[in-house]
């Protein structure tokens, strides 16, 4: 299964792998060697788009006692920050990096009221940048919880990230696991959770959006 933000991408993927493909092997007849690792490299190229808009299925155990993964990924950052966005005092962050190869699907990591929607426009810095958290094009989301109170995470636009979709809109009611948006090409999800949430994963370990449990109560 392929998320819907894919579907333009991969159908002009398609399109022009089968032109390269037409026209080199009309133009290359007498170097089929050459042909060979052309057809290869449109090959690979269309793995990699295909890979990166995949949305396998998953399976949540809902609850309002732990905040699941947002995003497939690395944990690169647990710590304790002063968030000045909106809490505005501090928060334990807890911030997953995404490669190109990881599902870049974003999913409620708690189910909820949504409180805060905001997109801030920004640089394109790598996305394990310490600055980039404040600095990249990013959107801030806030859910209210009735175990956790409010939870902010973070889209974070990366290098190669170029476009971030949100779904959350001001007064929606969300469901733990469910889409919440697409980050494209690479980027990174950091939570603020409650100061006595108890963290539940480590640093460097990769996790599973809307499976691995990130943090309880």
């Not at 990249?136 to 170029?162: D, H, P």
């Not at 929606?172 to 994963?201: C, H, M, W």
Request: hydrophobic letters at 45%; aromatic letters at 12%.
């Amino acid at each position: 299964m392929f998320h819907k933000e894919g579907r333009v991408i991969i159908i002009a993927t398609f399109i022009l792998a089968f032109v390269a493909v037409d026209i080199t092997y009309f133009l290359l007849k007498s170097l089929p060697w050459l042909q060979y690792i052309i057809y290869a490299i449109v090959a690979f190229f269309l793995y990699i788009i295909l890979q990166f808009f995949r949305n396998p299925k998953r399976n949540t155990k809902i609850s309002d006692n732990h905040v699941v993964s947002p995003v497939d990924g690395k944990v690169v950052v647990i710590e304790e920050v002063y968030e000045p966005e909106y809490f505005q005092d501090k928060r334990l962050q807890v911030s997953i990096f995404m490669s190109p190869l990881n599902v870049h699907v974003t999913r409620y990591g708690l189910s909820g009221l949504v409180k805060y929607s905001k997109y801030h426009p920004g640089k394109y810095l790598v996305a394990w940048h310490p600055k980039a958290s404040e600095e990249n094009e990013r959107t801030s989301i806030v859910v209210e919880n009735k175990t956790f109170g409010e939870v902010l995470y973070r889209q974070v636009a990366g290098a190669l990230a170029k476009r971030i979709v949100n779904y959350a809109q001001e007064g929606e009611k969300v469901e733990q696991g469910t889409d919440a948006g697409f980050i494209k090409f690479g980027s990174r999800v950091d939570l603020y959770l409650p100061l006595n949430a108890k963290i539940n994963v480590s640093l460097e370990q990769k996790v599973k959006g809307a499976e691995d449990i990130i943090a309880s109560l």
